[in-house]
């Protein structure tokens, strides 16, 4: 655990990338097989189970402390991290030495902990706070808690495995891919190994496009270089057919083939060695739907028969990574586009749920920009542009897939609750709710926290705290005063909020100074806003 939490104390104290690196690497190369992967499994996102509710750790660490309930909570508003609160609230004994337990060791016991009695619970977690210094006690509950957030990607740990193994990065980041967890493979078995049968259902990294700039048609030259296609607005996915079984993978790669069980079909059409890239969309009535809509579908345990008709998908393809078994990533998009099209065109596709996403071309960027306007009538969010000889990469790189997003809806909002924020702005009151009006009162429609500077957010906090109402918790309402434009992605009716409006990605665009709040929106200008 002691090199474990240097290594995350090193992490913190720097924004630079390569010494990063060099932090992660040498941890590496030099820490036992089970830690590097359990370190691995961290840093993607592959954490054990919550043992302890927050509830409790919160009493406990009060108990053991002697600081009163209501103080760590101002004090966790004003830290931001549980994990650290609990951290530094604790007493610290003199000369204490660093454990001598792996981090593998802490991690099993953390998962054996979820299941023992609460007094077991609270018992081994007094225990070893007092066993542990100031950054290992930090390191120990964020395991606990599962809140690691130290600034390193899943691409830059993968960077550090690359120089420690030798192994190339793009190779590791499919080792990677897929469902596994510590408690299931080992080191080698992971990362060192090539074993055939491992990769029979696991998904390939997926490519991802960067938003266009300003004045970007200059920069991307020739227009007859690009293809052209909607940016659908679904769940990116990839399904796999090997060994007549399918896979369904999202992009946050979770196996999700038993939400999808249409997607059977297509072993009766596509061949086995066949890995399609595309987008899971609502298709109710034979029409493309709103995002909305597939929220139905997501989370749900058990995908009944009444949902299943009442919201049917498809997947809408639009590139092919794998075929007749081979790994066709490299080869350029036009050609990998010719196999994708020649498959859909010839299997009647449609009756399993397999759809095209058409290309097009343009004589010049002004049609382009022609058809990113009318996106909206088409349930798409723009377009998504893609240099005709590109391969098909890792990750986020610059260059060869670009996505050109319709301008957003915008609204004018009143602020009306605030709730601190996380992180560095955990002392001000950064998370705001906003309200349209209705009949003559504020209705809630949506909540933002990005948008302001640092200096715009600083005003609004003083007045925040010099005009709070009540207080609910961390929330306080706020006299109904200043009228911010509120930016979105989408919108659609919803029984799930108050308003009956659900909107997507909403974000403050700008602090509306010059309008007083009776001039704000109404609900019924957000409900005019829902396309047809």
């Given at each position: 655990?002691?090199?474990?939490?240097?290594?995350?104390?090193?992490?913190?104290?720097?924004?630079?990338?390569?010494?990063?690196?060099?932090?992660?690497?040498?941890?590496?190369?030099?820490?036992?097989?089970?830690?590097?992967?359990?370190?691995?499994?961290?840093?993607?996102?592959?954490?054990?189970?919550?043992?302890?509710?927050?509830?409790?750790?919160?009493?406990?660490?009060?108990?053991?402390?002697?600081?009163?309930?209501?103080?760590?909570?101002?004090?966790?508003?004003?830290?931001?991290?549980?994990?650290?609160?609990?951290?530094?609230?604790?007493?610290?004994?003199?000369?204490?030495?660093?454990?001598?337990?792996?981090?593998?060791?802490?991690?099993?016991?953390?998962?054996?902990?979820?299941?023992?009695?609460?007094?077991?619970?609270?018992?081994?977690?007094?225990?070893?706070?007092?066993?542990?210094?100031?950054?290992?006690?930090?390191?120990?509950?964020?395991?606990?808690?599962?809140?690691?957030?130290?600034?390193?990607?899943?691409?830059?740990?993968?960077?550090?495995?690359?120089?420690?193994?030798?192994?190339?990065?793009?190779?590791?980041?499919?080792?990677?891919?897929?469902?596994?967890?510590?408690?299931?493979?080992?080191?080698?078995?992971?990362?060192?190994?090539?074993?055939?049968?491992?990769?029979?259902?696991?998904?390939?990294?997926?490519?991802?496009?960067?938003?266009?700039?300003?004045?970007?048609?200059?920069?991307?030259?020739?227009?007859?270089?690009?293809?052209?296609?909607?940016?659908?607005?679904?769940?990116?996915?990839?399904?796999?057919?090997?060994?007549?079984?399918?896979?369904?993978?999202?992009?946050?790669?979770?196996?999700?083939?038993?939400?999808?069980?249409?997607?059977?079909?297509?072993?009766?059409?596509?061949?086995?060695?066949?890995?399609?890239?595309?987008?899971?969309?609502?298709?109710?009535?034979?029409?493309?739907?709103?995002?909305?809509?597939?929220?139905?579908?997501?989370?749900?345990?058990?995908?009944?028969?009444?949902?299943?008709?009442?919201?049917?998908?498809?997947?809408?393809?639009?590139?092919?990574?794998?075929?007749?078994?081979?790994?066709?990533?490299?080869?350029?998009?036009?050609?990998?586009?010719?196999?994708?099209?020649?498959?859909?065109?010839?299997?009647?596709?449609?009756?399993?749920?397999?759809?095209?996403?058409?290309?097009?071309?343009?004589?010049?960027?002004?049609?382009?920009?022609?058809?990113?306007?009318?996106?909206?009538?088409?349930?798409?969010?723009?377009?998504?542009?893609?240099?005709?000889?590109?391969?098909?990469?890792?990750?986020?790189?610059?260059?060869?897939?670009?996505?050109?997003?319709?301008?957003p809806f915008t609204i004018d909002a009143v602020l009306t609750y605030a709730m601190r924020g996380h992180g560095r702005r955990s002392n001000l009151f950064t998370d705001y709710t906003f309200g349209l009006w209705n009949d003559g009162e504020l209705v809630t429609f949506a909540k933002a926290y990005s948008g302001l500077t640092d200096a715009e957010f600083r005003k609004v906090d003083a007045w925040i705290k010099k005009n709070t109402l009540e207080r609910f918790g961390p929330v306080r309402s706020v006299t109904p005063h200043h009228v911010f434009e509120i930016a979105f992605e989408g919108i659609a009716e919803s029984s799930r909020h108050k308003s009956g409006i659900a909107t997507r990605f909403p974000r403050i665009l700008r602090w509306r100074q010059d309008k007083p709040m009776e001039e704000a929106n109404t609900l019924e200008d957000l409900k005019a806003m829902i396309p047809k």
């Amino acid at each position: 655990m002691k090199d474990f939490a240097q290594l995350i104390k090193k992490l913190d104290t720097t924004n630079k990338t390569t010494e990063k690196v060099a932090a992660l690497t040498q941890y590496l190369k030099s820490a036992d097989d089970d830690d590097k992967l359990w370190t691995i499994a961290i840093l993607s996102h592959r954490r054990p189970k919550r043992p302890v509710n927050t509830t409790l750790l919160r009493l406990w660490a009060t108990e053991i402390s002697g600081v009163p309930l209501w103080l760590f909570e101002e004090s966790y508003h004003i830290v931001g991290d549980l994990a650290e609160t609990i951290a530094l609230i604790l007493p610290n004994k003199e000369n204490i030495e660093s454990s001598t337990k792996s981090l593998t060791q802490y991690i099993n016991e953390i998962i054996a902990l979820k299941a023992l009695p609460e007094e077991d619970k609270k018992e081994y977690l007094q225990t070893n706070w007092m066993q542990l210094n100031y950054f290992e006690r930090f390191v120990f509950n964020k395991i606990i808690t599962g809140g690691f957030r130290i600034g390193v990607s899943q691409k830059l740990m993968t960077r550090a495995l690359s120089k420690a193994t030798d192994i190339d990065e793009d190779i590791l980041a499919y080792k990677l891919m897929g469902d596994w967890t510590p408690l299931t493979t080992t080191y080698t078995k992971l990362i060192l190994e090539t074993i055939e049968e491992d990769y029979l259902s696991k998904p390939y990294p997926f490519y991802l496009a960067y938003a266009v700039e300003d004045n970007f048609q200059n920069d991307l030259g020739d227009i007859n270089d690009w293809s052209f296609e909607h940016k659908w607005d679904g769940i990116r996915s990839q399904v796999i057919i090997r060994n007549d079984e399918v896979f369904v993978w999202s992009r946050g790669e979770e196996l999700v083939t038993d939400k999808y069980p249409e997607f059977q079909r297509f072993l009766s059409k596509i061949p086995n060695g066949t890995v399609l890239d595309g987008e899971i969309l609502p298709f109710g009535n034979g029409t493309i739907g709103n995002f909305n809509e597939l929220q139905t579908r997501i989370g749900r345990k058990n995908i009944s028969k009444a949902l299943l008709k009442k919201t049917p998908v498809i997947l809408n393809a639009y590139d092919i990574l794998e075929w007749e078994g081979k790994d066709i990533r490299q080869h350029p998009f036009l050609e990998r586009r010719k196999i994708l099209d020649k498959l859909i065109s010839e299997c009647d596709c449609d009756e399993i749920g397999l759809y095209l996403s058409a290309t097009m071309k343009f004589e010049n960027w002004e049609d382009a920009a022609a058809e990113r306007e009318i996106s909206r009538e088409k349930h798409s969010e723009g377009l998504m542009l893609k240099r005709k000889d590109s391969p098909y990469l890792v990750g986020r790189k610059k260059g060869d897939w670009w996505k050109w997003k319709t301008d957003p809806f915008t609204i004018d909002a009143v602020l009306t609750y605030a709730m601190r924020g996380h992180g560095r702005r955990s002392n001000l009151f950064t998370d705001y709710t906003f309200g349209l009006w209705n009949d003559g009162e504020l209705v809630t429609f949506a909540k933002a926290y990005s948008g302001l500077t640092d200096a715009e957010f600083r005003k609004v906090d003083a007045w925040i705290k010099k005009n709070t109402l009540e207080r609910f918790g961390p929330v306080r309402s706020v006299t109904p005063h200043h009228v911010f434009e509120i930016a979105f992605e989408g919108i659609a009716e919803s029984s799930r909020h108050k308003s009956g409006i659900a909107t997507r990605f909403p974000r403050i665009l700008r602090w509306r100074q010059d309008k007083p709040m009776e001039e704000a929106n109404t609900l019924e200008d957000l409900k005019a806003m829902i396309p047809k």
